[in-house]
Structure formats: structure tokens, C-alpha cells
């Protein structure tokens, strides 16, 4: 009896450590330290900036991001020298952002991480995301995690396709893969 119900809780501590990850939501912190990067930057001017969101309608994950963004941002997220707006952006617009802000939601397939990587690159803005794998697979310039400890990588290549600029201190905050 006692070993069903070791059994029982460790089925269901695993599957609440399965969800959990599988709707990774970006944190107040990772929208902290994103804000600190792009007041780097001397490609987005200083006061409003749109802060294009890039999500799938059809991934939980990419929805709950999402909201987690929208609940951050709301009406205005104040920055160092900016203020986001937010617009939502489905994964059939990529190719009408205009802005100098995309960020990839967690749950985009390969394909719509890299067509929003290309559109950043076409309008030269910033790619970022808190899915580091996308930033390690090349299909997104900057990514911010903030668990244990602050991760902040940039994948070179995208980087340097983008032509961004930004000021000297940028590269001391971040590691290039």
C-alpha cells in the first residue's frame, strides 16, 4: 500500500515538473534584464518602442508566454529609457512586424523561430526570447534566462547578420556562443 502511493506522488510530481516546463512563462526578472539590454542598444530609440510579440495560437506554451507577457507589459512597461507596448503578433504575421522589438515566445517551431530571426534581420531589430535553445540553434539573436543564476547568450552569427549596434557594456553582460 505505502509503495502505490510513493508511486502515485511520484507520478504526479513528475507530471506537475512536465507541465511546469512545458509552459515555461517568462518571469518578471527576464523582462527585468531584457529592458536593461535593449536601454543598450543604439538601434531602438529612447521613449516608446513596440514590443512585437511572436506566439503560436496553436501551442499552449506559446499562449501562456503570452499572457505571462501581457500580465508584465499590460498598458506600458517602464524600461531604463523606454516604454514597451505590447502588440501580439501570431505566427502567420511575422512577415508585417515593423518594429524594433521581437520576441519569440517558448513552443515556436523551428521554422517560425527563423522567419522571425529573418524579419529582425530585414528590420534590423532585436530577436530575444527566453528559450535559450532558440538562441543556440541560431534562430534568435539574445536570450535571457533567469532561474538559479542570470543566463544571458547572444548566437554571434544572428548577431551579426542583424548589424546591430549597441554601447560597449552590452558585450560584458552577455556570453556569444
Known amino acids: 500500500m505505502q509503495s502505490k502511493f510513493k508511486l502515485g506522488l511520484l507520478s504526479f510530481a513528475s507530471l506537475v515538473a512536465v507541465q511546469a516546463e512545458a509552459l515555461a512563462v517568462t518571469s518578471d526578472q527576464e523582462m527585468a534584464a531584457i529592458a536593461k539590454i535593449i536601454s543598450l542598444s543604439k538601434d531602438i530609440p529612447a521613449g516608446d518602442a513596440t514590443f512585437s510579440v511572436v506566439y503560436d495560437p496553436s501551442s499552449d506554451a506559446s499562449k501562456a508566454d503570452l499572457e505571462s507577457l501581457k500580465s508584465l507589459i499590460g498598458g506600458g512597461y517602464s524600461a531604463p529609457k523606454h516604454t514597451f507596448k505590447l502588440e501580439e503578433v501570431p505566427v502567420s504575421g511575422i512577415g508585417s512586424i ?9 513552443g515556436l517551431s523551428a521554422g517560425d523561430q527563423s522567419s ?13 526570447t527566453t528559450s535559450l535553445p532558440y538562441v543556440e540553434n541560431g534562430n534568435c539573436v539574445l536570450g535571457v534566462d ?21 554601447e560597449a557594456a552590452f558585450k560584458f553582460m552577455i556570453k556569444e556562443l
Open 98 to 106: 515593423g518594429s524594433k522589438i521581437i520576441f519569440l515566445t517558448d
Open 116 to 128: 522571425a530571426l529573418n524579419q529582425g534581420v530585414a528590420n534590423k531589430a532585436l530577436t530575444v
Open 146 to 166: 533567469v532561474g538559479n543564476n542570470v543566463n544571458i547568450i547572444m548566437n554571434g552569427e544572428a548577431f551579426g547578420k542583424s548589424n546591430l549596434d549597441f
